[in-house]
Each structure stands twice: as C-alpha cells, then as structure tokens.
C-alpha cells in the first residue's frame, strides 16, 4: 500500500482494533482491510489532489435522541449515560451490520455515512434505509427493556441524504480522523431536525435511488437554512419487500417548537364570535395547532378565534379558527392545546415557514 493517506488510514484502523480488543489485526484481516481501503481510493472516485480528499457517493444518516436534554437534567449523570450507552450500544450494532461508519457521536447523536462500493455503487441507499427502519424498530424493544428496569424511555428521529460528497483523513501527524464533508452531510442533518419520534425522513434524491424498495409517503416541501429553494423531503414509511415497517410513536403530524407570543383570541358561541378580544400567549407552536395560555380558563372542545404576529416573517396570522382538544392548570396558568380547524392558505404557509425557521434557530419568538 503505497497512498499514505490509505496508510495513515491502516494504521488508525490498526489502533482503534489495538485499543478496543487488546490485540492487533492478523495478517489477512490487514490483507481484508487494505482491498477495502484500496476500493476506496478506486479510479472511479475523484481525488483532490491538494487535499487528499476523494470526490464520492454516499448516503449520509443522522439519529438523535429525542428529549435527550430533559432525561439529562432529570436523572443522576449515571442514569443517563447508562440510557446513552444502551442506546447507542444496540444502535452500532446494527450500523455495523448494514456496514455503515460511523463518522461521529456528537452528545445525543449520531452521524453515520454508507458509501457507494463495486460492483453495486447505489447499493448504500438501500443499506442506509434498512439500518434506520431496523434502528426505529429496535428502539421499540430497547424501550419495553427500559420500562422494565425503571430507565427514562428515549425516541429516536432520523434524517438520511443522498449525494456526492468529500472523504479523507483531516488533522496532522498527532492526530487525524476520517471523516465526509459536503452539502449531503449539512441536508442530512437539518431533514432529521424535522423528524418526529420514530420517524424515518429522506431527501428526495435518496428516495429516487430506491423509490422500488422502500414505501415511501408523499412528498413535504420545507424550508431548509442557506437554501434559496424548498427541500422536498419524505417519509420512511417500510422495506415491504422485507415485511418491515417503521413503527411511528409520534401522533402529532408536524414538529412543534417551543415560541412566546401574543396571541389575540375570542371564543366562539355557535358561529358567532363572543365579545371583545381577549389576550394571551402561544407557549408551543406547529402546522396544525399550538399550545395556547388562555386569560381564563376555557371548556374542553371550545371553538376559538386567534390572531397573532410572527417575528422575522412580519406576518399576521388571521382569521384562525381553532378547537380545545386539551386542557391543564399550571401554576395558576390556563394551558389548552387547540387544534387548527380553518385558516387561510397564506397563514398556513407562514406559520409553517416560521416553525421551520425555529427548528434552525432561525427565528426570534
């Protein structure tokens, strides 16, 4: 193996073997090793030649924990790690058994990259969608498990993309890492912010290498940070082929994001609006309903009027109509989830526009 890139790679493979199994690699596990590395490097495949990097395609996955933050700041430091390590224990697992790499752990996720291999480069789409569909599938039992031994329950999201990418070792002689970098890289990461728990969501680009082998439901349109066009995205729904279905925990249809604004509502009696506007507060925010802190507290199934501004779009949204479908009291506050029943096309637009915003830190609320 003359690349000393490819060499650089050898020996760091040949350390972390060394440190997680206490002994080196034989001479045909380094032969094995070195023909993959070398399929890497092949002719088909770009390389820069002032960086090192090799131009190549791959499908990029991104899982993370949902409600993470909240487990961490209920529950002793030994207890979360413990929920951690389980999870991403069973989760590598099945990565390495799709052969994916795992590019990065990053607090509460995961950044997994399945490249294009001889003699079936789009074959890494497939084996991306499998992992994440098992993934989904897996967290079911790993909560039963959890709930048996009295651990917090964890959800996982995932976002997956498809498309060219840039592959080597970064760093310096004390230490390098293998890593991708790229547009894919970026469009995974923000599509799985938009995943719900146990939701499986890819690009449209992933899904037009595998529209055969994957169900698919129909397209979302979203905004995506940096990019002047929508992203059409979709959702994982099953590998029917392998009679494997993503088993969705999520009732809610969109994200929901956590605002505080004004909100201007009045009850409705019949058809008809009841006196005066009354003021109050959106606390949560989604496509299609909100979690809205009334002035006083309202009867469950309650009809609704609201209006309210959304900052950085400069948007009033008017004329929604909406439904209590819950309620609670919270220190002292009167807390009603309500369901949009009817707005204009252009509210619907914007608010879901700036829900996307928030998802990104794009939006001051």
Do not use: W
């Amino acid at each position: 193996m003359t690349d000393p890139l490819l060499r650089d790679a050898l020996r760091l493979i040949q350390d972390i073997v060394m440190e997680a199994k206490g002994s080196s690699l034989d001479r045909e596990a380094v032969r094995r090793v070195e023909e993959v590395l070398s399929g890497l490097a092949a002719p088909e495949t770009t390389r820069a030649a002032d960086t090192g990097y090799s131009r190549r395609e791959a499908t990029i996955l991104f899982a993370d924990l949902r409600g993470f933050s909240a487990i961490a700041e209920k529950y002793p430091p030994d207890v979360v790690l413990g929920v951690l390590s389980s999870c991403f224990g069973q989760m590598t697992e099945i990565i390495v058994r799709h052969y994916g790499t795992i590019d990065k752990f990053m607090g509460d996720a995961i950044m997994v990259v399945f490249h294009g291999e001889n003699p079936s480069p789009r074959d890494h789409v497939q084996r991306a969608l499998l992992c994440a569909v098992e993934m989904q599938i897996a967290m079911v039992e790993l909560r039963k498990q959890h709930r048996q031994d009295g651990l917090p329950e964890v959800y996982l999201g995932i976002g997956i993309s498809t498309g060219t990418v840039m592959a080597g070792l970064i760093g310096s002689d004390a230490y390098r890492a293998y890593t991708v970098i790229g547009e894919e890289v970026n469009l995974a990461a923000r599509i799985e912010a938009f995943s719900l728990r146990g939701q499986v969501l890819m690009s449209e680009a992933t899904y037009a290498h595998c529209r055969e082998f994957v169900r698919a439901g129909e397209p979302m349109e979203v905004y995506v940070k940096g990019r002047s066009e929508r992203l059409h995205i979709r959702e994982a729904l099953g590998i029917p082929d392998l009679g494997k279905v993503v088993p969705r925990q999520e009732v809610r249809k969109s994200p929901r994001v956590a605002v505080d604004l004004t909100v201007q509502y009045q009850p409705l009696a019949g058809k008809m609006v009841e006196g005066r506007p009354l003021m109050g507060r959106v606390r949560d925010l989604g496509y299609h309903g909100a979690l809205v802190e009334f002035a006083d507290p309202l009867l469950l199934h309650t009809e609704v009027k609201l209006a309210f501004h959304l900052p950085r779009l400069e948007f009033r949204a008017e004329e929604i109509y909406a439904r209590i479908v819950s309620r609670r009291d919270e220190d002292g506050r009167h807390l009603a989830g309500v369901e949009f029943t009817s707005l204009p096309a252009e509210a619907s637009s914007n608010i879901q526009l700036f829900v996307q915003m928030c998802i990104q830190g794009e939006a001051g609320t």
